[in-house]
């Protein structure tokens, strides 16, 4: 018998929604259902073979032993020069700090920033991390609105009116995970604008779906607002642009001032991100890109399928994602709650989606659905959801 007493930041924490769908979705499977995942976030396609072929050169002939902490210093300057001729700043290697995928950067910017008696503010719905990251720094959780009439956008007056003296954060994401939004460009210059009158307050901006932005969509990096650069973290990294979740490959560019915090954390935490992979990322970057368009073209593809395919729903309406590979469907017209909804597709008609109330209150009404996933199997997921809405609306 014991009487062991967690740490409550630890012991509230939520589960992901799409990790417990997948593990949900792979039981039925595994129990021989023909179940169609469109949960999960992650791209269907294989890594460039180049990139494979440095990964796998790396753990056979070596290095085998730790890298700096913050990542390998040629990685580091390829990443420096890669961001900073995307978008035309200047990025010092020594500011790109290597981690073991993007919500590393979201767990440390949390841990930098939060504490007792602080706040951080967070897109809802967003992704849930989010969330929880804030609340395991000991950190008040403040969501700001992702509104459906703005294009899954936030109005920057009304993100801005919700700073206190007791903010210290604010994480952006565009593109957006769970609704496919891209923030409009007059709301990024409003929100800067504002936030010159409030210099205790960092932005963490998620850009880790910058390369799958749509035509038409107007994506602009924080980074490129000279007012901000000096507290601005920018996340991104491998696992969406290259296909290679599993890799664990991300990076933050920091701040210089808070580098040394972060290396902390790091030596305390994971040492360094394996050399393999990091190998791997090196060839992903330094390498040729036309592996990437064509991800992105197949996306736009499936996109398009997708929102037609909705539309024809009774009582379900799905605006046009501009990024990522993900649609959120309003389906408060079906009468039917988002997590109800879900059970039954998965439940009834083998199809795994997300409930919108995962990534936050304001995302009741609505399911994500990810188009990362081959046309075909997208099309049967349709035609299954279309037959069991339509007999239930």
Known sequence: MTDLKLNPAV????????????????????????????????????????????????????????????GMPALREAVAANVSGRY?????????????????????????????????LYPDPGFPPYREAIRAASAKPVPYAIREDRNFGFDADEVLSQ????????IINSPANPTGGVVETGELDKLA????????????????????????????????????????????????????????????????????????????????????????????????M???DRMRATFAERRDAVVAGLNKMPGVTCRVPGGAFYAFPNITGTGIGSKQLADRLLMEANVALIPGDSFGDNGKGYLRLSYAAGLDEIEEALDRMQALIGASV
Request: glycine share 12%; net charge negative; proline share 6%.
């Open 88 to 120: 035309d700043v200047p990025v010092d290697a020594d500011q790109v700090v290597i981690v073991p995928g993007g919500k590393v950067t979201i767990f440390f910017a949390c841990m930098v920033f939060g504490g007792a008696g602080t706040e951080i």
């Open 193 to 288: 604008l504002g936030l010159e009158a409030h210099p205790q307050v960092a932005i963490l901006s998620d850009e880790i779906y910058s390369h799958l932005v749509f035509e038409g969509s107007g994506f602009r990096s924080l980074l490129q607002y000279p007012a901000l650069t000096d507290r601005v973290i920018l996340l991104d990294g491998w696992s969406k642009t290259f296909a290679m979740t599993g890799w664990r490959l991300g990076y933050g560019i920091w701040p210089m001032s808070l580098v040394k915090a972060v290396r902390g954390l790091i030596t305390v935490d994971h040492s360094c991100v394996n050399v393999a992979a990091q190998f791997a990322g090196l060839a992903a970057i330094e390498g040729p």
């Open 163 to 170: 700073i206190t003296p007791a903010t210290r954060l604010i």
């Open 290 to 292: 036309d592996e990437i």
């Open 11 to 70: 012991a509230n924490l939520e589960e992901e929604g799409a990790f417990f769908v997948l593990d949900k979705a792979l039981k039925l499977k595994a129990e021989g259902r023909p179940v169609i995942n469109l949960g999960i976030g992650q791209p269907d396609f294989a890594p460039p073979a180049h990139v494979l072929e440095a990964g796998l050169k790396a753990v056979r002939d070596g290095p085998h032993g730790y890298t700096s902490p913050v």
